[in-house]
């Protein structure tokens, strides 16, 4: 079996996956990494239009098979393959080694991704679910989504049991950033001990950014690098409120 394989065999994680998303019909679903269907099964009885993206062959040929007119399976790599272009969600066990490469994508700004519940490595999921972003990157994922770990999932839910525990990790978008709030996001961690009130008063009147500091719950002389993940979560919803 080749590296970083686990499959879940935790039936109390799979309905947790499935109740959280809470699949419907006409909904689109991407499930990455589909391996023996543990996911792909409940997911294909919802009604929603499954996308399974799949690296090994000898998998996708069983899933073929299997979920033949239920679920559309790709042959193809989840760090290249072309994603949707409309709205999508994302139930998957996500590979760990590639667990970053697939949330930088996810997570882009100009994704049409509303949302996403992944089994990744428990400390992936703590860093990304982190209170304070550190990049200008992290700043526009918790200023667009909601990211939260619903639970942490025992090695031993997966067989054979990977090395570290996982985590059920949540993401909702909770806005979608326009042309200005992603540059405030950049340029604001070109130069960290900028204090917000600056940043937000390059896209508005002093006056009104001031307000809308005070009313998301930020103190304007706040240097931009120490913003909270909720708090740049409250701000972009604000700022494109605003806009
Ligand atoms: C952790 S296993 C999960 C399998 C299954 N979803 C489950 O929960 O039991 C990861 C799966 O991702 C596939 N995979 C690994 N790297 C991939 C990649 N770069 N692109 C697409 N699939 C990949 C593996 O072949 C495997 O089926």
Known sequence: MSHGIHFLTDKRVVHAMLRSARPAAGDLIVEFGPGQGALTAPLSRTGARILAIERDPAFVRRLERRF???????????????????????VANVPFAVSTALVRRLLHPTSPMTGADLLVEWGFAVRLARSCPRTAEEAG?????????????????????PRVDAAHLVIRRTTTLSRPVRDLIRRGFAEPRLPIAAAVGEIHPRRRAHRLLTST???????????????????????????
Not at 141 to 161: C, H, M
Not at 217 to 243: E, K, Y
């Open 68 to 90: 033949a007119g239920q679920v559309r399976v790709v042959h193809a790599d989840l760090r290249d393959v072309p994603l949707p272009r409309r709205p999508y969600a994302v």
């Open 217 to 243: 719950g930020i103190d304007p002389p706040t240097p931009i690098s120490t913003l909270t993940a909720p708090q740049w979560n409250r701000l972009a919803t604000a700022l494109t409120v605003n806009s």
């Open 141 to 161: 994922w918790a200023a667009s989504y909601a990211i939260r770990v619903a639970a942490r999932v025992p090695a031993a839910s997966f067989s054979p049991a």
